[in-house]
């Protein structure tokens, strides 16, 4: 019987759900939306721009808090045995599809970033993967001390397998958990940031530190705030847009940069826009009957 008990217990701490309560100190609104035990769930109607076009697509971003390991960089199967050796990360889950002509694409990146983002400023990991019918990638970075260990891995020649060292600076993938958590947390000015994963997956860019000038438009409660990042260095302009008021949602984003190869390149935008929201505990939702769920969401089945 005990030896059920703790296979229970066991598999219990491998699931997606996430602590339901939290020591961290932060204002009580934040606890008692991000620790009640569910995820956020919000889809959005995706243009992306790829091959010197534009294609329909939708993208969905799933928040949920977690306990993550800071040695080895993992969710712990048994918090309760790690001594402290954990932190409290908001996780994003960053999903597109969409298709490019006969052939589809799929792509997804997660953040891991410290909910006391003022004792750990940096985000502790990155991981992103992009799979269509010529083949697939994936990349990860790992916060190591001063700097992040990158591993790329590709069906490209010149860019796979691959290690690389980066200098720590901000990430591009961790700014929506950033704005999620304290949007006065965003930097402003000049300053260094290494580039998006699904931007440098689809323009084929080294990843590399690269001088951004950050804006942030901050709307009075109720309104819309705007966080803007122009690369120079690539013609690309970020512009994320979300609720300025707690929880700070994200309502939309664009994203502009030449698209295609050669001769052939323009500069096209990628736009993102809300449709629906869910906050539910979406890993006890695995049934076939849960599969109507996805119309809440306006997502395909």
């Not at 534009?54 to 993992?74: D, M, N």
């Not at 699904?198 to 901050?218: D, G, I």
């Not at 966080?227 to 260095?233: E, F, G, I, Q, S």
């Not at 979300?242 to 994200?250: G, K, R, T």
Request: hydrophobic content about 35%.
């Amino acid at each position: 019987m005990k030896s059920l008990l703790y296979s229970f217990l066991f598999w219990v701490g491998l699931s997606c759900a996430p602590p339901t309560s939290s020591d961290y100190g932060k204002v009580p609104e934040f606890n008692e939306y991000w620790y009640q035990g569910k995820a956020e769930l919000t889809s959005y109607q995706l243009e992306q721009a790829r091959y010197g076009a534009i294609h329909q697509g939708h993208a969905v971003l799933i928040f949920v808090t977690e306990p993550f390991s800071l040695s080895k960089h993992v969710k712990p199967d048994r918090p309760q045995q790690t001594h402290g050796e954990e932190v409290s990360v908001l996780k994003l889950n960053f999903t597109k599809k969409f298709t490019t002509g006969l052939y589809p694409y799929s792509m997804m990146a997660s953040m891991f970033t410290p909910v006391e983002i003022d004792r750990y400023p940096n985000t502790l990991k990155v991981s992103s993967s992009s799979q269509e019918w010529c083949g697939h990638t994936f990349t990860q970075l790992n916060l190591e001390k001063n700097r992040y260990r990158g591993q790329l891995y590709s069906y490209f020649e010149s860019e796979g397998d691959q290690e690389i060292k980066l200098t720590k600076v901000v990430l591009e993938d961790e700014i929506w958990n950033r704005i999620r958590i304290n949007p006065q947390s965003l930097p402003t000015g000049t300053v260094q940031m290494i580039p998006g994963t699904f931007y440098t997956r689809l323009r084929h860019q080294s990843l590399a530190p690269q001088t951004v000038e950050a804006s942030l438009s901050v709307g009075q409660e109720g309104a819309v705030s705007t966080y803007v990042l122009k690369y120079p260095a690539f013609e690309r302009t970020l512009q994320i847009h979300f609720q300025s008021a707690f929880p700070y949602e994200i309502v939309g984003w664009e994203e502009s940069y030449p698209s295609g190869f050669g001769s052939n390149a323009k500069l096209l935008t990628t736009k993102a826009r809300k449709k629906k929201q869910l906050v539910i505990d979406y890993w006890n939702k695995n049934q076939p009957l849960d599969a109507r769920l996805r119309k809440e969401l306006d997502l395909p089945e």
